[in-house]
């Protein structure tokens, strides 16, 4: 017995021989535009790091109490069990959020605010401060709201974070100018926790509130220019004031 040579399938003569092919079925045409590419394993370090990238626009959208390791493991694209494993807890995973971005932050001004010796010297610490922390305000929106957010509402493991890490770096900025009162750069009767207070407010509400003079005024401090400006006018008010 034999099959339709014009037959898409293998022609086969079914005689008493047994199965014998005397044609060949057409080749099956590719699927066209259909491609199967498969995702990229990521290490270990990188997985953490998409985690608490996750984490941090969850904690400061909704804060500590409203935020669900659920949905910050569906939105990372993890198992809920990785968290677990790397962060054992909410609470963990927000001290990872914000602690070592709070001790780079300290460190690097600890660099920055070193004891000044002139005015010259120390215009130009001020300058590459404001610089430097309107970088880090740019780069970490997400980190600072979370911290004004919790510190607005109390929460207690905010508060031990601020002790422990943040309330180092407003002591840096009094120690500068305690200092520059001490080398006689600047008068005497200055209160260096308010001159600290000054220049912490300047610096990291302007660039907080980026997003208001990129929107009505087309600047921004995503501009180095503007940045390098805002930061000469932030060290002449303090070294010279504004009356003539």
Do not use: W
Request: aromatic residues 8%; hydrophobic residues 45%; contains cysteine.
């Amino acid at each position: 017995m034999s099959l339709n040579r014009n037959s898409n399938i293998l022609i086969l003569d079914l005689g008493k021989s047994g199965f014998r092919p005397i044609g060949q079925a057409k080749e099956i045409p590719q699927m066209v535009g259909i491609k199967h590419k498969k995702k990229p394993e990521l290490s270990s370090e990188e997985l953490k790091a998409k985690i608490l990238s996750v984490a941090r626009q969850h904690f400061a959208r909704l804060g500590l109490s409203g935020v669900s390791l659920k949905d910050v493991a569906k939105d990372a694209e993890v198992a809920g069990s990785l968290i677990n494993y790397h962060f054992k807890d909410k609470e963990g995973l927000f001290r990872a959020c914000i602690e070592p971005f709070a001790r780079d932050r300290a460190q690097m001004i600890g660099r920055i605010l070193s004891d000044p010796q002139s005015a010259e010297e120390m215009r130009v610490r001020l300058e590459v401060f404001v610089e430097e922390m309107q970088v880090s305000i740019l780069k970490d929106l997400d980190l600072f709201e979370i911290v004004d957010r919790e510190m607005r509402t109390g929460n207690p493991l905010i508060v031990d974070l601020f002790k422990e890490v943040m309330f180092s770096t407003f002591m840096i900025v009094q120690q500068f100018f305690n200092r520059a009162i001490e080398n006689k750069i600047v008068r005497d009767g200055l209160d260096p926790v308010i001159l600290a207070t000054l220049l912490f407010t300047m610096t990291c509400d302007s660039a907080r509130k980026n997003h208001i003079g990129k929107r009505f005024m087309n600047i921004t401090f995503e501009d180095p220019e503007r940045r390098r400006k805002f930061a000469q006018h932030v060290s002449d008010l303090f070294l010279k004031g504004v009356m003539r």
